[in-house]
C-alpha cells in the first residue's frame, strides 16, 4: 500500500538558516511525489513535483527537493530560510491509483 | 485564471442534520477530488470524479456521504446525519486529468456540534 512519513512534526529554524524537511514514502513502482505548502486559512498550494527524469527538482519560492530511489525519499530543501515560510508542509505521493496519499505533515517556524 | 472555490467557508450544524458542500473546479478540469483534513493530520482522500462519474469512491467512509457532478464541472459533497466526528475541513482538489497535479481550494471547515 502507498504511504507517506514524515517523520518531524515541528521544526524551528532561524532566518536566513538552511531547511529541510523529511518525507519518506512506500510504493512498488516510479511514485508521483509532491510537496505542497498550507499557510494558516490558505488551501494546500504546490511548492514542486517529481514525475520523472533529473532527481533534482526545482520549485517555487527558492525550494528545491531530490528523489532518491534508494532511499524512498523526497526531501524539501531551501539554502536559506524567509520569515514568510512558516507554514504546514506536506509531502504527498500518487500512483498508479487516482488519489493522493499525504502525510501528516511538518509544522516550521521561522525564529527571527 | 481562477482558481478551486468552495463555498460555504465554513459550516456550523448540530448532529443529525443534513449539508452540503460545494466545489467549483478550474475551468476544463475533468478531474476532480475531495480530501477531508482533520486536525494535525494531512488531507485523506474521500473521492475521484473522472467527467461525471465517480470513478473512485473507495474513500468515502460510510453511506451517509455522498458527491455528485452532474455536468462535469461543480461537485458536491453532500452529508447526511451528520456526526461531531465529521468536523474537519473538506477539501476539494482539481486536475487536468487522472494522475496530473492536483490544485486545492481553499476548504469548507465543517463544525458538528
Known amino acids: 500500500a502507498q504511504s507517506v512519513t514524515q517523520p518531524d512534526i515541528h521544526i524551528t529554524v532561524s532566518e536566513g538558516a538552511s531547511l529541510e524537511l523529511r518525507c519518506n514514502y512506500s510504493?512498488?513502482?516510479?511514485?508521483?511525489l509532491f510537496w505542497y505548502v498550507q499557510s494558516p486559512g490558505q488551501g494546500l498550494q504546490l511548492l514542486l513535483k517529481?514525475?520523472?527524469?533529473?532527481?533534482l527538482v526545482q520549485g517555487i519560492k527558492g525550494f528545491e527537493a531530490e528523489f532518491k530511489r534508494s532511499q524512498s525519499s523526497f526531501n524539501l530543501r531551501k539554502p536559506s530560510v524567509h520569515w514568510s515560510d512558516a507554514a504546514e508542509y506536506f509531502c504527498?505521493?500518487?500512483?498508479?491509483?487516482?488519489?493522493?496519499?499525504f502525510g501528516t505533515g511538518t509544522s516550521l517556524t521561522v525564529i527571527p | 485564471g481562477a482558481g478551486v472555490s468552495q463555498t460555504p467557508s465554513n459550516k456550523v450544524t448540530e448532529k443529525g442534520k443534513y449539508v452540503e458542500l460545494r466545489c467549483d473546479p478550474i475551468?476544463?478540469?475533468?478531474?476532480l477530488y475531495w480530501y477531508r483534513q482533520s486536525l494535525g493530520q494531512g488531507p485523506e482522500f474521500l473521492i475521484y470524479?473522472?467527467?461525471?462519474?465517480?470513478?473512485?469512491d473507495s474513500g468515502l467512509p460510510n453511506d451517509r456521504f455522498f458527491a455528485v457532478r452532474p455536468e462535469g464541472s461543480v461537485s458536491t459533497l453532500k452529508i447526511q446525519r451528520t456526526e461531531r466526528g465529521d468536523s474537519a475541513v473538506y477539501l476539494c482538489?482539481?486536475?487536468?486529468?487522472?494522475?496530473?497535479?492536483?490544485?486545492f481550494g481553499p476548504g469548507t471547515r465543517l463544525l458538528v456540534l
Open positions: 504527498a505521493v500518487g500512483g498508479t491509483g487516482n488519489q493522493f496519499y
Open positions: 475551468s476544463g478540469h475533468t478531474a
Open positions: 470524479f473522472q467527467g461525471t462519474g465517480a470513478a473512485d
Open positions: 517529481y514525475f520523472s527524469g533529473d532527481t
Open positions: 510504493y512498488g513502482a516510479t511514485p508521483y
Open positions: 482538489a482539481s486536475s487536468l486529468s487522472a494522475r496530473e497535479t492536483q490544485y
